[in-house]
């Protein structure tokens, strides 16, 4: 027998239920189950695993370092259990609704792609319904109900809604490789100013377009603003014609004469999310939510949540394009 089968779902029950009652009395009653019979199953789960779960005194339990640990994995297997249970009694019933997924034309291809990959692994006989809008119509959309969730590019008003951040990725200048800038590891941001490229609409995306205005005046970079596309080809055009330089993701993909540079002092980024109910009907979401944060979380798709930075002379100031706030990036 494996030492990990001594860690079954009963003893995340109890775990739980001693934790939340605070004495092994109040959890049993609660139960129900034998005062003894719930702490001798702790105990030998304690002996089993080698680890001490509770620390027993005459003035009650409480958790050890290792407890506090294992409750919150508890709490979140067990409510993980009820959406499984629910995910494939809605499967076998055939009642598991096609999943309507609205996308933003700011998020990169290759997020929606895993986001869309992940979901038919999980289910796959079930459908998606994928929607492009810009992201006031998609917020529109899920507070009527048409769709299930909404992939986007931050900050969003979360006015109830759940945000869920998936990726975040760095922004660099895309320049010519024979730009006299390019000599420096980094660029200066007054080397920017009357060269920046802008190219959001801000009918599209109007608070991401603010911030990222708010972001380069801070920096003291006036920009160029250039006509609104969401063509990288064109933007890199732009930038090979030697109109302007531009920012891009860090993991673009550049035309053979083209180069990156961060800039000097600051770490700025595009944050991409889910955001849905949190009373949802969809039962497919949870454990979509819950793939999705493994899936950008290990190592072969962690350059997808965080590509490397060069090194600069000084600590950069973090900033981001689409995060306004610490709680809205917390979601």
Same mark, same amino acid.
């Given at each position: 027998?494996?030492? /990990? ?8 029950? /109890? ?82 609704? +096609? ?5 933003? +034309? ?12 992940? /979901?038919?692994?999980?289910?796959? #006989?079930?459908?998606? *319904? ?46 010519? #490789? ?23 609409? +801000? ?48 993991? *673009? ?13 600051? #770490? ?7 955001? /849905? ?13 819950? *793939? ?40």
């Amino acid at each position: 027998m494996s030492i /990990y089968d001594h860690l079954e779902f009963k003893h995340l029950k /109890y775990i739980v239920s001693i934790a939340d009652n605070g004495t092994f009395t109040a959890a049993a009653a609660k139960l129900p189950l034998a005062q003894s019979a719930l702490s001798r199953s702790i105990s030998e789960m304690e002996d089993a695993l080698g680890v001490q779960v509770f620390d027993r005194s005459r003035d009650g339990v409480s958790l050890t370092d290792a407890g506090e640990s294992l409750l919150a994995f508890a709490r979140e297997l067990l409510q993980t259990r009820i959406h499984v249970v629910k995910a494939v009694q809605a499967i076998q019933q055939t009642s598991l609704q +096609p999943f309507k997924l609205g996308f933003s +034309p700011f998020v990169e291809q290759n997020v929606l792609g895993e986001v869309c990959s992940a /979901y038919r692994e999980l289910f796959p #006989k079930s459908v998606i *319904e994928p929607e492009s809008g810009d992201t006031d119509e998609l917020v529109k959309s899920l507070k009527a109900g048409e769709i299930d969730a909404a992939l986007v590019t931050l900050p969003l008003e979360p006015d109830g809604y759940k945000v869920q951040p998936i990726m975040h990725e760095p922004l660099v200048v895309c320049l010519r #490789k024979d730009d006299p800038l390019v000599q420096e590891e980094t660029i200066d941001p007054e080397h920017l100013s009357g060269r920046l490229g802008i190219f959001s609409d +801000p009918r599209h995306h109007p608070r991401a377009h603010e911030r990222l205005l708010e972001m380069l005046s801070e920096q003291g970079i006036k920009p160029r603003i250039c006509k609104p596309t969401f063509n990288q080809d064109q933007v890199q055009w732009m930038v090979r014609e030697k109109l302007c330089v531009a920012l891009v993701r860090q993991r *673009e993909p550049l035309h053979d004469d083209l180069t990156t540079r961060p800039i000097r002092g600051v #770490k700025w980024t595009i944050d991409s999310a889910i955001v /849905y109910e949190p009373n949802h009907n969809q039962i497919a979401l949870p454990l979509l939510i819950r *793939e999705l944060e493994k899936r950008f979380s290990m190592p072969g798709v962690q350059r997808m949540k965080k590509a490397p930075q060069r090194e600069v002379e000084s600590r950069p100031r973090q900033d981001s394009l689409f995060i306004e706030d610490d709680e809205q990036k917390l979601g």
